[in-house]
């Protein structure tokens, strides 16, 4: 089993007078109800799931739900919304009750929730696992924040972080464990289930391609009430084929016989039940023309594997939504605030990535190179004389084991050296 690191900050905030009511939202198999069992054992837990249950739950009154489940996980709340109410009613009446509410379903969740519990709940979102956690053997491992995840807690601290990193990521005393959690990312992605030792790599390939088509048959069909799949179907493997790409409805629309409203639906469906990350467009300078389109990357490498039958190593693209998804779920975990988009001007000049914090902006090419080299901070240059706040530092985020500084401010190091577990 591995550790969650947004575990502590669950229970920091289930210990809030505000937080009586917490809600863990997040994609289907990330650990949902794992997480919620383990930091909450002294909670009765109920499966929403279980339809024969699901109605007797549903006709219990407030009262009833305070004396009999004071404290309580409902998995799967999305499955009958009018339980919603139930606990809105018991929050409203009484101080004492807490509970736990978990759902794969955002969409049909949190429009429930944003409803009915608004200003009454916290909402927590779970993602497939992270590098640091994909090192831990069990609950009781520590799980390290990695040097990007020190940089966003502490942007002050950047250029000694910058100064602290080794010459080269193999002189890492943590270097075998994060490669090999690396390793197992690059091929599988994060989901927990893929992890099992005991598992083969062909078991793994069979649990991605069920997940993909549990996906469709279930949360999409829940999202969508949708009486023919094959246009999702079809748009899902699009997508994947295209990923780290710019969107283009219209012309997504002509591929899969969609018209460009419907597209622009389905990709909110892919984006809701946490399947792509959608990047919009960085628009903070009136004065440069700048490409408008948003970008969208697969949130898992593994289901991108599944989706588009392939196996093996990451394309360019591939590598740059592997990469570009690492850093957006371990900015997720530690409940970071930072904000993520891309920059491309109309005469070609693209930023694969910027994050932007209080403070300033970090700004990341992906490459897939085992040679970082100055050609590669083309499009960083002189980049501050585009933001409109500093910009704190510029990467290169590759394959190469070396770590350089390319030119001032700008640093070249291997993905994994960023995003595993820093060395204490």
């Given at each position: 089993?591995?550790?969650?690191?947004?575990?502590?900050s669950?229970?920091?905030?289930?210990?809030k007078?505000g937080?009586?009511?917490l809600?863990?939202t997040?994609a289907r198999q990330?650990?949902?109800?794992t997480?919620?069992?383990h930091l909450?054992?002294?909670?009765t837990?109920?499966s929403?799931?279980?339809p024969?249950?699901r109605?007797s739950?549903?006709?219990?009154?407030?009262l009833?739900?305070?004396d009999?489940y004071?404290?309580?996980?409902?998995?799967?709340?999305q499955?009958?919304?009018?339980?919603?109410e139930?606990i809105?009613?018991v929050?409203?009446?009484w101080?004492e009750p807490r509970?736990?509410?978990?759902?794969?379903?955002?969409?049909?969740?949190?429009?429930?929730?944003?409803?009915?519990l608004?200003g009454?709940?916290s909402?927590?979102?779970l993602y497939?696992?992270?590098?640091?956690?994909?090192?831990?053997?069990?609950w009781?491992?520590?799980?390290?924040?990695?040097?990007?995840?020190s940089?966003?807690?502490?942007?002050e601290?950047?250029?000694?972080?910058?100064?602290?990193l080794?010459?080269?990521f193999?002189l890492d005393?943590?270097?075998?464990r994060?490669m090999?959690?690396?390793n197992?990312?690059?091929?599988?992605?994060g989901?927990p289930?893929?992890?099992?030792?005991?598992?083969?790599?062909?078991d793994?390939?069979?649990?991605?391609?069920?997940?993909?088509?549990?996906?469709l048959?279930r949360?999409?069909?829940d999202?969508a009430?949708?009486?023919?799949?094959?246009p999702f179907?079809?748009?899902?493997r699009?997508?994947a084929?295209?990923?780290?790409?710019?969107?283009n409805h219209?012309?997504?629309?002509?591929?899969?016989?969609?018209?460009?409203k419907?597209?622009?639906r389905?990709l909110r469906?892919?984006e809701?039940?946490?399947?792509v990350?959608?990047l919009?467009?960085?628009?903070?300078n009136?004065r440069?023309?700048l490409?408008k389109?948003?970008k969208?990357?697969?949130?898992?490498?593994?289901?991108?594997q599944a989706?588009?039958?392939?196996?093996g190593?990451?394309?360019g693209?591939?590598?740059?939504?592997?990469?570009?998804a690492?850093?957006?779920k371990?900015a997720?975990?530690i409940?970071s605030d930072?904000r993520?988009?891309?920059l491309?001007t109309?005469d070609?000049?693209?930023?694969d990535?910027l994050?932007?914090?209080?403070?300033?902006y970090?700004a990341?090419?992906?490459?897939?190179?085992e040679?970082?080299?100055?050609?590669?901070i083309?499009?960083?240059r002189?980049l501050g004389?585009i933001?409109d706040k500093?910009?704190l530092?510029?990467f290169?985020l590759?394959?190469?084991?070396t770590?350089?500084?390319?030119?001032?401010?700008?640093?070249?190091v291997?993905?994994?050296y960023l995003l595993?577990s820093?060395t204490?």
């Open positions: 089993m591995k550790n969650r690191k947004i575990g502590s669950i229970l920091e905030i289930a210990d007078p937080s009586r009511i809600v863990i997040g990330t650990g949902k109800t997480l919620a069992r909450f054992p002294e909670y837990f109920l929403i799931e279980d024969v249950l109605s739950y549903a006709n219990l009154t407030a009833q739900w305070k009999l004071p404290h309580a996980i409902l998995d799967e709340v499955k009958e919304p009018r339980l919603i139930s809105k009613s929050y409203d009446q101080e509970y736990v509410l978990s759902g794969s379903s955002q969409l049909l969740l949190l429009e429930k929730v944003r409803e009915s608004a009454r709940c909402i927590i979102d497939p696992l992270t590098i640091p956690e994909l090192e831990t053997e069990s009781n491992d520590p799980v390290a924040d990695s040097p990007f995840q940089m966003l807690r502490f942007p601290e950047i250029p000694a972080r910058i100064q602290s080794l010459p080269d193999r005393p943590n270097h075998a994060i090999h959690a690396w197992h990312y690059v091929r599988f992605g989901y289930a893929l992890t099992n030792p005991d598992m083969e790599d062909e793994r390939y069979r649990w991605l391609a069920n997940y993909v088509r549990t996906y048959e949360d999409v069909r999202l009430s949708f009486r023919d799949l094959e179907v079809k748009l899902q699009v997508i084929l295209q990923t780290a790409s710019l969107v219209s012309a997504i629309g002509q591929q899969v016989g969609l018209s460009s419907t597209v622009q389905y469906y892919l809701m039940s946490y399947q990350v959608v919009p467009a960085w628009s903070g009136e440069k023309r490409v389109s948003p969208i990357h697969m949130l898992d490498y593994g289901v991108l989706v588009v039958q392939k196996r190593s990451p394309t693209l591939e590598f740059e939504s592997m990469v570009v690492e850093l957006y371990q997720n975990t409940l930072a993520f988009t891309y491309r109309l070609g000049r693209e930023v990535l994050i932007e914090l209080d403070a300033g970090l990341f090419e992906i490459k897939t190179t040679h970082a080299s100055t050609a590669d083309r499009h960083l002189d004389d933001l500093p910009l530092h510029a290169v590759s394959n190469d084991p770590t350089k500084t390319l030119a001032p401010g700008m640093t070249a291997h993905a994994a595993g820093e204490g």
